[in-house]
């Protein structure tokens, strides 16, 4: 029996209990019993009484008699059940009441206990409804604590997310917005007019006196700036030694503030050097786009000039392009013509195996005994319509490459394939052809690309046929976590921008930290680029980095390597 009591005690702990009996000297001996379990014991002498206090507060187990005046347990039961059909309710009835008793069963009564009282049977009874009560009190309370951890969780992942998109908007050095913040005010805003701000000694101050000194002196410019700037001016940080101020003023009024902040800048001493700083500033309109193409270009003519300040003017353009793209024009179209665009292997390498786990394909273009990068081709392919004959022809050998090896590899895709809308079939003829299989196969996309109809329907369809898709340069529009949402993404690729110095700054390691926290989360798998020496690809591998890319571990090369480990070029 004192085994029984000390059970009972643990499983009805924290119950509470509602006890409806309408004889006075049955109601109180039982109480009496029930609180020596719980002190959470309600009674009620009717089931009108009975359900008027359950409706005020429900208790966790009802033990009801079912002949009552004013309102039987009977129908206390049924109102209950209709409120409540999960309601746990124990019924007392006496031997003669069988007909009731068969009722409160098939309505769905957890216990029953017949009169006179049996105190083994209804601390059997209790016990076994007690349990019931015991697991489902467990359970909410630990769907409870789920739930409250679910939203610690939420919010801090919201508060990373916002720290991340602040450092990815804002430049910790001058606190400014940079280009990513720039570029989303763009959309939002209309600006007329733009000034760009190259100082022009600044590599000189970095190398002669340290670079704690050339930082320190760009922060104080940038101060300067913005002390010269009226209020609708916006200044924003684009890179270590340049700036952009947009505004909706025309170019005479953008004008006239350029060249009070270039007398700024040039009265600015660097303290404890003593050392003065000189700029050179472009002032051009804006359109549809922002000018940076214009900036620069201006800034060069100036320079060469020599002048401070200078507007742009179309005639720079129109004579920059006539001598540069017309060349690579001409280049590009002999090249195809003549077949001579190559691809280059670069090894993706599994940080866990230290094996490479697959190549990027890079294109190259064979001139003569040269073999010219991208950089320089790339804008007059896209000019001249000619994007998807390359990477047509890059394809082809890519898969022609593989097709004796077990390796997977990694294929560029531009915008311009996608609106060519030959990728799905073109590939899987490729994947006939050479025995590859399409899961072998990464298509390698920028975030900056739309959620074209177009563009969102292929991505599917490509998936479908066993393809995989990766995210290219993530970080540089802003890291757009969107994307992951939106996209079928396979592989998340980290913009070199925050690897290449993430053992020694930390503000790209809390920026690459947070991305491979939301991938894992969604599932996708992580590759860093540009990983150039051993601190840094120590530091990715400790922070949970999925593969790695870079020169440490091999430079892109025109033939496969027979190795699959690597080596590296430290």
Same mark, same amino acid.
């Given at each position: 029996?004192?085994?029984?009591?000390? $059970?009972?005690?643990?499983?009805?702990? %924290?119950?509470?209990?509602?006890?409806?009996?309408?004889?006075?000297?049955?109601?109180?001996?039982?109480?009496? *019993?029930?609180?020596?379990?719980?002190?959470?014991?309600?009674?009620?002498?009717?089931?009108? /009484?009975?359900?008027?206090?359950?409706?005020?507060?429900?208790?966790?187990?009802?033990?009801?008699?079912?002949?009552?005046?004013?309102?039987?347990?009977?129908?206390?039961?049924?109102?209950?059940?209709?409120?409540?059909?999960?309601?746990?309710?124990?019924?007392?009835?006496? !031997?003669?009441?069988?007909?009731?008793?068969?009722?409160?069963?098939?309505? %769905?009564?957890?216990?029953?206990?017949?009169?006179?009282?049996?105190?083994?049977?209804?601390? $059997?009874? *209790?016990?076994?409804?007690?349990?019931?009560?015991?697991? /489902?009190?467990?359970?909410?309370? !630990?769907?409870?604590?789920?739930?409250?951890?679910?939203? *610690?969780?939420?919010?801090?992942?919201?508060?990373?997310?916002?720290?991340?998109?602040?450092?990815?908007?804002?430049?910790?050095?001058?606190?400014?917005?940079?280009?990513?913040?720039?570029?989303?005010?763009?959309?939002?805003?209309? #600006?007329?007019?733009?000034?760009?701000?190259?100082?022009?000694? +600044?590599?000189?101050?970095?190398?002669?006196?340290?670079?704690?000194?050339?930082? &320190?002196?760009?922060?104080?410019?940038?101060?300067?700036?913005?002390?010269?700037?009226?209020?609708? #001016? #916006?200044?924003?940080?684009?890179?270590?030694?340049?700036?952009?101020?947009?505004?909706?003023?025309?170019?005479?009024?953008?004008?006239?503030?350029?060249?009070?902040?270039?007398?700024?800048?040039? /009265?600015?001493?660097?303290?404890?050097?003593?050392?003065?700083?000189?700029?050179?500033?472009?002032?051009?309109?804006?359109?549809?786009?922002?000018?940076?193409?214009?900036?620069?270009?201006?800034?060069?003519?100036?320079?060469?000039?020599?002048? &401070?300040?200078?507007?742009?003017?179309?005639?720079? #353009?129109?004579?920059?392009?006539?001598?540069?793209?017309?060349?690579?024009?001409?280049?590009?179209?002999?090249?195809?013509?003549?077949?001579?665009?190559?691809?280059?292997?670069?090894?993706?390498?599994?940080?866990?195996?230290?094996?490479?786990?697959? !190549?990027?394909? *890079?294109?190259?273009?064979?001139?003569?005994?040269?073999?010219? $990068?991208?950089?320089?081709?790339?804008?007059?392919?896209?000019?001249? %319509?000619?994007?998807?004959?390359?990477?047509?022809?890059?394809?082809?050998?890519?898969?022609?490459?593989?097709? $004796?090896?077990?390796?997977?590899?990694?294929?560029?895709?531009?915008?311009?394939?996608?609106?060519?809308?030959?990728?799905?079939?073109?590939?899987?003829?490729?994947?006939?052809?050479?025995?590859?299989?399409?899961?072998?196969?990464?298509?390698?996309?920028?975030?900056? +690309?739309?959620?074209?109809?177009?563009?969102?329907?292929?991505?599917?369809?490509?998936?479908?046929?066993?393809?995989?898709?990766?995210?290219?340069?993530?970080?540089?529009?802003?890291?757009?976590?969107?994307?992951?949402?939106?996209?079928?993404?396979?592989?998340?690729?980290?913009? %070199?921008?925050?690897?290449?110095?993430?053992?020694?700054?930390?503000?790209?390691?809390?920026?690459?930290?947070?991305?491979?926290?939301?991938?894992?989360?969604?599932?996708?798998?992580?590759?860093?680029?540009?990983?150039?020496?051993?601190?840094?690809?120590?530091?990715?591998?400790?922070?949970?980095?999925? !593969?790695?890319?870079?020169?440490?571990?091999?430079?892109?090369?025109?033939?496969?390597?027979?190795?699959?480990?690597?080596?590296?070029?430290?």
């Amino acid at each position: 029996m004192q085994k029984e009591i000390t $059970s009972l005690m643990d499983l009805l702990r %924290g119950v509470s209990i509602l006890y409806v009996e309408d004889e006075i000297a049955m109601r109180q001996t039982l109480r009496t *019993l029930l609180e020596k379990f719980t002190p959470l014991v309600e009674e009620a002498s009717n089931g009108k /009484e009975a359900f008027q206090k359950w409706q005020v507060e429900p208790a966790d187990l009802i033990i009801t008699d079912l002949n009552m005046p004013i309102m039987g347990g009977l129908e206390l039961i049924h109102k209950i059940k209709e409120k409540d059909p999960f309601q746990k309710i124990i019924v007392l009835s006496a !031997y003669g009441d069988m007909k009731n008793l068969l009722e409160a069963i098939n309505v %769905g009564v957890d216990g029953y206990i017949l009169k006179p009282l049996d105190i083994h049977a209804f601390f $059997s009874t *209790l016990q076994r409804v007690g349990r019931y009560i015991r697991l /489902e009190k467990e359970n909410k309370e !630990y769907k409870e604590y789920l739930e409250k951890q679910l939203e *610690l969780y939420k919010r801090e992942l919201e508060e990373k997310n916002r720290q991340l998109l602040y450092k990815l908007q804002y430049d910790s050095l001058t606190s400014l917005p940079n280009k990513n913040r720039l570029q989303l005010d763009f959309q939002s805003k209309k #600006f007329n007019s733009m000034i760009y701000v190259d100082i022009d000694n +600044m590599d000189f101050v970095n190398i002669n006196f340290g670079f704690h000194v050339g930082d &320190r002196a760009i922060a104080q410019i940038a101060e300067k700036i913005g002390e010269s700037l009226p209020a609708d #001016f #916006f200044l924003y940080h684009i890179m270590n030694d340049e700036f952009a101020i947009l505004s909706q003023q025309d170019l005479h009024s953008s004008l006239a503030v350029a060249k009070k902040i270039a007398q700024a800048i040039e /009265e600015f001493t660097i303290p404890d050097i003593g050392f003065n700083l000189t700029s050179t500033l472009a002032v051009i309109p804006v359109e549809e786009k922002i000018p940076f193409d214009k900036a620069h270009l201006t800034i060069k003519k100036a320079k060469e000039s020599d002048e &401070r300040v200078l507007c742009f003017k179309e005639d720079f #353009f129109q004579e920059f392009h006539k001598k540069d793209l017309a060349f690579w024009i001409q280049k590009v179209q002999d090249g195809l013509k003549e077949d001579r665009f190559i691809p280059y292997f670069q090894p993706i390498v599994d940080t866990k195996t230290k094996k490479i786990e697959r !190549y990027e394909v *890079l294109s190259r273009l064979k001139d003569d005994e040269t073999i010219v $990068s991208p950089a320089l081709f790339l804008d007059a392919v896209r000019f001249s %319509g000619l994007m998807p004959k390359m990477t047509r022809s890059i394809i082809q050998k890519s898969f022609e490459a593989f097709a $004796s090896t077990s390796l997977s590899f990694s294929l560029n895709i531009s915008q311009e394939d996608l609106r060519s809308n030959y990728l799905r079939s073109y590939l899987l003829e490729q994947c006939e052809k050479y025995g590859i299989e399409p899961h072998r196969v990464v298509l390698e996309i920028l975030e900056s +690309m739309g959620n074209e109809e177009y563009n969102m329907l292929q991505f599917k369809k490509l998936k479908e046929s066993g393809f995989l898709i990766a995210i290219d340069d993530f970080g540089t529009q802003g890291a757009n976590f969107l994307r992951l949402h939106q996209w079928p993404v396979d592989f998340l690729k980290i913009d %070199g921008i925050f690897i290449k110095d993430i053992d020694k700054n930390q503000d790209s390691f809390y920026i690459v930290e947070t991305i491979i926290h939301y991938a894992k989360l969604k599932g996708i798998k992580t590759v860093a680029e540009y990983v150039h020496n051993d601190k840094v690809a120590q530091k990715l591998e400790e922070i949970g980095v999925d !593969y790695v890319q870079g020169f440490y571990f091999g430079e892109p090369r025109r033939e496969l390597r027979k190795e699959n480990g690597y080596q590296s070029s430290s």
